[in-house]
């Protein structure tokens, strides 16, 4: 099992930046490449980025490219986001996820085996 705790959401004006964190405990930080997913309403969970399990490998949608960078402490057991450049469609809650890292389909939430409750993301223009 392993339990992730997202922080770092709030209320940002366009073009502002966040930054967010996903706190891992339970099983080997290290077993697991990690996720970021978003979700706003009225649409489904959609992918934002991906890291390996040693972190020398990242992805990105196409709509965070250049702005969002993902990143990961695994001393601290610690997954974050760096969201750059904000714009109102960014609004949503953040998730992170885990999932084994023989898996390779970075892009797919089926894939992920466990989750964080999420934070919300709010970009005002």
């Known amino acids: 099992q392993v339990q992730l705790v997202e922080s770092g959401g709030g209320l940002v004006q366009a073009g502002g930046s966040l930054r967010l964190s996903c706190a891992a405990s339970?099983?080997?930080?290290?077993?697991?490449?990690m996720g970021w997913f978003r979700q706003s309403l009225g649409k489904e969970r959609e992918f934002v980025a991906a890291?390996?399990?040693?972190?020398?490998?990242?992805y990105y949608a196409d709509s965070v490219k250049g702005r969002f960078t993902i990143s990961r402490e695994n001393a601290k057991s610690t997954l974050y986001l760096r969201m750059n450049s904000l714009k109102p469609e960014d609004t949503a809650v953040y998730y992170c996820?885990?999932?084994?890292?023989?898996?390779?389909?970075?892009?797919?939430?089926?894939?992920?085996?466990?989750w964080g409750q999420g934070t919300q993301v709010t970009v005002s223009s």
């Open positions: 996820a885990a999932r084994p890292q023989t898996r390779a389909h970075y892009s797919d939430s089926g894939e992920y085996d466990y």
């Open positions: 339970g099983r080997s930080f290290t077993s697991y490449a």
């Open positions: 890291i390996s399990w040693i972190g020398g490998v990242t």
